[in-house]
């Protein structure tokens, strides 16, 4: 199988402080891929560092077939490689239309935006696609939690991604925002684009995903099947004192 992302001794620091230390993984085309640890274990990094957010010191990145490490943000976009932030990023005091209509503006320009038809049509089409057609005039910040979250989701596919980066997509859902949440994200496997989710949430990574990466202190230290991944001494080890992390939750 083909690979959408190869990380290859990738390292980086900040002030002199190692937070990614010579991490390599492969993230396979068409997979559903978890990058899991524990807080401050460099999982939010990795995904700054695929997405262009701030340079690799070292060591290589390569998307569908080709290096990235060079990339810009803009340019990573349009290579196909979108992503939500850990922290929702919506616009509160914009529609839903509005909010996902924003998705667009990596592939356009913003004054193209303004009253085109065609965002319009696809920004309507994508939320009902995603369950969300009954929300688009509405104010984001009067809409639960849990279809914030799945908003954002389907603003980060206005940029026709084939990769896509979510940051703890299920934090602070209730088990039936959950579920939803893992029902629209199926979807949007079928369609064929690569999903890379960081969570805390074990069921939900268990039930979702096919492919497991552990970050712990910066450092891979494991990578297989999801299945698998809850046997393993080294990550049981690393979650140790969170256990709860490892078997409780819900999906
Ligand atoms: N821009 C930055 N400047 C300095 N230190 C940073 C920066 N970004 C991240 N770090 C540090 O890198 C380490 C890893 O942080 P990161 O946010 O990637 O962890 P995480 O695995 O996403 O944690 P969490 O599960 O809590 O979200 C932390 O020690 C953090 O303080
Ligand atoms: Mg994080």
Redesign the pocket.
Known sequence: MSEALTLDGVSKS??G?K?INDVSFRVPEGSRTALI??????????F?LISGV?PIDQGRIQALGQDITGYTVPQRVRHGIARSF?NIRLMPHLSTLENVMLGEHHRSHPLQLVGSARATARARRALEDAGLGTYPGQVVADLPYGVQKRIEVVRALMAEPRILLL??PAAGLNSTETKDLRLLLERVSGQGITLVV?E?DMPFVRHLCNHVVV?NF?SKIFEGTAESVSRDPLVLEAYLGSAQVMEGGHA
């Open positions: 900040f002030g402080l937070v640890g524990p807080n401050g274990a460099g999982k939010s990094t990795v700054n701030y850990q940051d703890e960081v805390h970050l910066g």
